[in-house]
């Protein structure tokens, strides 16, 4: 009889045990999927705000985009104005460059002097009829 009843208490100790475990690491685990639905959560709302950014981003990255087209195309005009402005100095500079002005003060002063208060005259009335709105 000791010993049957010996073995049925070691039977319920362990039956007793194996509950409690199991109830405990039950609860364990309950607390560890409470925290990492909490944490789902957490990266829900980050994802969301990442998303948000990334629209964000992505709207300003493409009027980058745009503003950089307009730059170029502003560049590319530029460029060829400055084309045309050096050629147009190149055809000065030849043109400056077939004449010796002092030998043609020396022989035709008046002429020159003539072009010259003319060329005055002409840039001041200029610039009184600029000076008044435009009106002359």
Known sequence: MFGISTLKLVILAVAVA????????????KSERDTLLGEVGKM???????KEHLR???????????AVEESR????????EQKE???EVRRIKDVFSKHNL??????KTTLVLRRIND???NSSRMLECETR????
Not at 18 to 29: C, E, N, P
Not at 56 to 66: D, F, N
Not at 102 to 107: A, V, Y
Request: overall charge negative; aromatic content about 8%.
């Open 133 to 136: 709105g435009g009106v002359c």
């Open 73 to 80: 195309a502003r560049l590319n005009d530029l460029i060829e």
């Open 56 to 66: 964000q981003t992505t709207e300003r990255m493409a009027e980058i985009v745009v």
């Open 119 to 121: 060329g005055i005259a």
């Open 102 to 107: 002092s030998n043609l003060l020396d022989k």
């Open 18 to 29: 194996g509950v409690v475990g199991f109830f405990w690491h039950y609860q364990s685990l």
């Open 44 to 50: 829900e709302v980050i994802n969301e705000v990442n």
């Open 85 to 87: 402005a050096s050629a």
